[in-house]
């Protein structure tokens, strides 16, 4: 495997989640009004060690088929629960586009799960 579409790539696709983890502790009050079901700062916390855990295990290559499942599962009750909801309605458009990145972070998910396989 080369290293720019093997270990790099790996890396590359591991910092938008850790990000996105340190931002859900950063901004859990405001984001936990986004939630659709009751204790909504315990589930903005709850995924954003989920994406922090999953951004270590894919960075340090423990557990990688597992944590990229679980990513795909995560952002695809995303997409039903938060975006799904908005896009017939104002900010359409920006929803469908993260509903579109997120789509495409499933599929790169679900793609280095299978380079590592259980």
């Given at each position: 495997m080369s290293l720019l579409t093997g270990?790099?790539?790996?890396?590359?696709?591991?910092?938008?989640?850790?990000?996105?983890?340190?931002?859900?502790?950063?901004?859990?009050?405001?984001?936990?009004?986004m939630v659709p079901i009751p204790g909504g700062v315990f589930w903005v916390y709850f995924t954003g060690l989920a994406m922090?855990?999953?951004?270590v295990s894919i960075a340090i290559r423990k557990y990688v088929f597992w944590a990229c499942m679980?990513?795909?599962?995560?952002?695809?009750?995303?997409?039903?629960t938060l975006h799904m909801p908005k896009l017939g309605?104002?900010?359409?458009?920006?929803?469908?586009?993260?509903?579109?990145k997120d789509i495409g972070l499933i599929g790169g998910a679900l793609m280095l799960a299978d380079k590592f396989k259980a």
């Open positions: 270990r790099v790539a790996q890396i590359l696709f591991a910092v938008p989640f850790l990000m996105f983890g340190v931002f859900h502790f950063m901004g859990a009050e405001k984001m936990a009004g922090l855990a999953a951004a679980g990513l795909a599962l995560l952002i695809l009750i995303f997409i039903v309605g104002e900010g359409g458009q920006m929803t469908m586009i993260s509903m579109l």
